[in-house]
């Protein structure tokens, strides 16, 4: 018989209890009961014993996981940081080149300008004195025919 309800039954009736067949029965499927339950008790009790060290470990292996996940997020946030600087240094470095090379160009181009506007004001002053020449050529050459024409009329009359 089951402890506990042998206990129940001595609190009840006392020592002087007197069981018959039939109560015997009876007693034993209540027994049973209690057998039951123990076992179905204690297999529960092992259930969650176990599930609460599945719960536990997996517990653990997901704050390694977070810590693992947070010191590679902090790792690559830092080398983003870093390479963030390192292109702004360069980004300072290529502005201050650029500068440089564009007063250079600036200054080229000026001195080509310059270049350009006295070559263009030599080349009018050459093309004015050819023009010069070409007008005292040709009235030279206008002036030879027409005296040439005058010889032969001169030695025509003659």
Known sequence: MHYLLARQIKRVFGDKFKSSPKLEVFLKAISNTYDNYDKDRKFLEH????????FLELHHKVLKLL???KAEKESVEQKIIE?????????AVLEIKVEARTRELKEIADSLDEQVKERTKELEEKMADLKKFQKLSVGR???????KKEVKKIKGAK
Not at 47 to 54: A, I, M, P, T, Y
Not at 83 to 91: D, G, H, M, V, W
């Open 83 to 91: 390479r963030t600087q390192e292109l702004q240094e360069a980004k």
């Open 67 to 69: 810590r693992e996940q």
């Open 141 to 147: 050459e206008l002036k030879m025919i027409e005296l």
């Open 47 to 54: 259930s969650f014993d176990l599930s609460s060290k599945e």
